[in-house]
């Protein structure tokens, strides 16, 4: 938590200096009203943890808390603390910092191991596959515009006629290059097509759920599989992210729920 940047803009206001000698269990007070010392010792750490040091660092958290005081009591006393939305606003946000602090703690116990990234590793090279493929492709909304690209390309520059039909917003631009890719990394049916092409074809119509795509294969090869080292973060944050979902899955299945007027 960032505090010294919500309370950035009101540092001005307060340019009082504290002596360590004055510093007491709670290092200042603003109208009566405590500068806790713990707050100083968690901003403190929180900086320190960054990189920040310094002898005045303590002494400008402090100037920082006592300027974020007198804004904060001069609202109270405007009554900005009762706003309806700002009460909710608070509340959600209390609720996802214990969430987040749930979630961080369930993956300091159930860290992903050296052993699970190696094996990920391993299905990821599977998943692969030996052989990848360069091509470029125009999608279309139906049967008949894709027989009419179809018979257009075989005649004309195919990535100028992507340029003028495609619907594929990714690769459009780019005259309907899709670049290297996995067959796996595509839908069924059109990597079911590029595998049995051959260098420069062009294919018939394809049909997927995003509609028909007319395919030309530029070229193929070994698949140019990335380093563990490379991969090793990704992979990392992926099994984490299948941990949490297992996680709420159970919680969501041991919970009674009731949602009235929602649909199954």
Not at 10 to 20: G, M, P, R, Y
Not at 32 to 58: C, E, F, H, T
Request: glycine fraction near 6%; avoid cysteine.
């Amino acid at each position: 938590m960032k505090i010294s940047q919500l309370i950035a803009t009101i540092f001005a206001v307060s340019t009082l200096s504290f002596a360590a000698s004055s510093i007491a269990a709670d290092p200042a007070t603003v109208n009566g009203k405590p500068i806790k010392q713990a707050w100083v010792n968690y901003i403190m750490k929180d900086a320190q943890a960054r990189g920040q040091k310094g002898d005045n660092l303590k002494n400008a958290i402090i100037n920082e808390l006592v300027g974020s005081e007198l804004a904060y009591q001069e609202a109270v006393k405007q009554g900005i603390d009762k706003d309806p939305d700002l009460i909710i606003a608070s509340e959600i946000g209390q609720r996802k910092l214990v969430v987040n602090a749930f979630l961080a703690d369930f993956m300091k116990k159930n860290p992903v191991s050296d052993a699970d990234k190696k094996a990920a590793y391993e299905q990821y090279k599977k998943e692969l596959g030996d052989k990848e493929y360069s091509a470029r492709h125009i999608l279309v909304k139906t049967e008949a515009e894709a027989n009419e690209v179809a018979a257009a390309v075989k005649k004309g520059d195919f990535a100028k006629i992507a340029k003028e039909k495609s619907l594929d917003p990714g690769s459009k631009d780019k005259g309907g290059d899709l670049g290297w890719f996995s067959p796996a990394g595509m839908v069924k049916p059109f990597s079911d097509a590029v595998t049995t092409m051959k260098k420069g074809e062009i294919s018939a119509p394809i049909q997927t759920q995003f509609g028909w795509h007319i395919i030309k294969l530029n070229d193929s090869r070994a698949t140019q599989v990335p380093s563990y080292d490379k991969v090793k973060d990704g992979l990392e944050r992926t099994l984490q992210q299948r941990k949490l979902e297992k996680l709420m899955l159970g919680l969501k299945e041991k919970a009674k729920i009731d949602v009235p007027g929602a649909t199954k």
